[in-house]
């Protein structure tokens, strides 16, 4: 099959239609077969529940060429178990675990030309997301949902790809304790456009977001989970107290990954104050957009936190672990967890 023709190494993170989506609706109680569609767009009407109260949910994977020419996606059952416990809370009908591993397989060999060939650097990112379609004016579930999956090749998603990072301490919170922060909705990101510019605006990649509760504890950023390393090499990454995190299929595939490398994990909640004091050496931001992107620097205020080895390239520790995922998801390093899924 012949790939689209596209600067495959040039891509940036953004959006162009490919030749097929995904689509599968919800009406009296259950979900209907569902197909394969040309069209991208959607029609609603202007009462429908998306529109009013923000009922949406999102997952984002990605699609790969291995070295051996197969098109795979890594972990689609993770991403189906986080959509369905997401649904769940916005009070939407959550689609079926098996039958979303089969949607994101169709549309993906659907646009298998669209798939990324081995080496290039970019992927496939496919984003299955589920919206209150049906009319709703009292504050209320939707009585109508559509799901639908849609892909787009993509490049890396912070400018410069692996260049150390740059964050700041967020004024902003992300999450309220025992909220939605650990669900993937729209909502979590409408409120983190502002902080997110205003970053961007002073210079910064991203916030990092403490909890905000305390303002004690480090969270993560508004779209990945954030990973250190200790001076004794072990890999420190942040739990909350109020179970406001996203619960990163990345951050979970990497515990497993630097274990099986021999490295000590440590999960607990980690204090800012351990960032400022200089107690880690490295630091990470890790995501499905993001695979893992080094942190050179965090700023709170006038304060500037450095991480000794991975100020001006990637540090050790997160290039092996890069090194490693990507390994996996491209066929390179064996799969030993059965997390790579063929198409
Ligand atoms: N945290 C946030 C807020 C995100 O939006 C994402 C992106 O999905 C992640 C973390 C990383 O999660 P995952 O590794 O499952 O993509
Ligand atoms: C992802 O990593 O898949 C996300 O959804 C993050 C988003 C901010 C692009």
């Known amino acids: 099959m012949e790939k689209k023709d596209l600067d495959w190494g040039n891509l940036s993170f953004s959006y162009q239609p490919t030749d097929a989506s995904f689509v599968a ?7 209907d077969e569902g197909e394969i569609t040309p069209d991208h767009t959607i029609t609603l009407s202007e009462c429908a529940g998306i529109f009013h109260y923000c009922q949406e949910v999102f ?3 990605k699609a790969y060429t291995t070295k051996e020419g197969d098109i795979v996606c890594f972990r689609p059952d ?19 675990k098996d039958r979303f591993i089969d949607a994101v397989k169709q549309v993906v060999a659907a646009n298998a030309a ?3 060939p081995y080496g290039s ?5 496919v984003r299955p997301f589920m919206i209150g379609s049906g009319e709703v004016i009292g504050v209320a579930p939707a009585p109508e949902y559509q799901f639908r999956i849609l892909v787009t090749p993509v490049g890396p998603y912070f400018k410069g790809g692996c260049k150390p990072v740059k964050l700041c301490v967020a004024q902003y919170d992300r999450a309220a304790p025992h909220g939605t922060g650990n669900i993937k909705a729209g909502l979590n990101y409408a409120m983190s456009l502002r902080p997110t510019m205003e970053a961007h605006r002073n210079g910064f990649d991203e916030n990092m977001y403490l909890d905000s509760q305390s303002r004690e504890y480090v969270e993560e950023t508004g779209g990945a989970n954030i990973l250190f390393v200790d001076k004794e090499g072990n890999l420190v990454v942040p739990q909350s107290h109020t179970d406001s995190i996203l619960p990163s299929i990345t951050r979970r595939s ?10 000590n994990v440590i999960e ?4 800012f104050s351990e960032v400022q004091n200089g107690d880690f050496v490295e630091c990470g931001l890790c995501g499905t957009a ?8 965090i700023h709170n205020g006038d304060e500037v936190i450095t991480f000794p080895e991975g100020h001006d390239e990637m540090g050790p520790v997160m290039t092996k672990l890069r090194e490693t995922l990507t390994g996996i998801q491209e066929g390179e390093v064996e799969d030993k967890h059965g997390w790579v899924f063929k198409v």
């Open 25 to 31: 609706h919800w009406k009296d109680g259950e979900w």
């Open 59 to 61: 997952e984002g994977l």
């Open 78 to 96: 993770l991403n189906a178990d986080r959509m369905y416990t997401s649904a769940e809370r916005l009070e939407m009908p959550p689609f079926p």
């Open 114 to 116: 669209w798939v990324p």
């Open 121 to 125: 650097g970019a992927t496939l990112y």
């Open 254 to 263: 990497l515990v497993v990954v630097a274990q099986d490398l021999g490295m």
């Open 268 to 271: 607990r909640p980690v204090k």
């Open 290 to 297: 993001a695979v893992i992107s080094p942190v050179g620097e």
